[in-house]
Nanobody
């Protein structure tokens, strides 16, 4: 399974770094998966923030472009999300996900973590 960490409360303009570790037993061939970060507030639509392909190619949703950076360490089976210049509207629960191919459709990702809460105060 996937386990996220690094969430917390930060003032607007601050930074956080999220991590997501994949368990050894589940993710043989971790490097073959597309990995992504999503965010969701209860009652709202799940939004994909960024994804990173197995070749390292990255894509971001427009609202975080230039502020967030997604990266992965295939040896450590760990996914990261560096978040800078945080805004109150970035407040959400952030989830990492894994799937066979990168997509902007959350249904393409079959493996999910439990999430980590990010709160940005104004």
């Amino acid at each position: 399974h996937l386990v996220e960490s690094g969430g917390g409360t930060v003032q607007a303009g601050g930074s956080l770094r999220l991590s997501c570790v994949a368990s050894e037993s589940t993710y043989h061939g971790y490097q073959e998966y597309c990995m992504a970060w999503f965010r969701q507030t209860p009652g709202k639509v799940r939004e994909e923030v960024a994804h990173i392909n197995r070749d390292g190619t990255t894509s971001y949703t427009g609202s975080v472009q230039g502020r967030f950076t997604i990266s992965r360490d295939n040896v450590k089976k760990t996914l990261y999300l560096e978040m800078n210049s945080l805004k109150p509207e970035d407040t959400d629960r952030y989830y990492c996900a894994a799937g066979p191919r990168c997509s902007w459709r959350w249904a393409e990702f079959g493996y999910w973590g439990q999430g980590t809460q990010v709160t940005v105060s104004s």
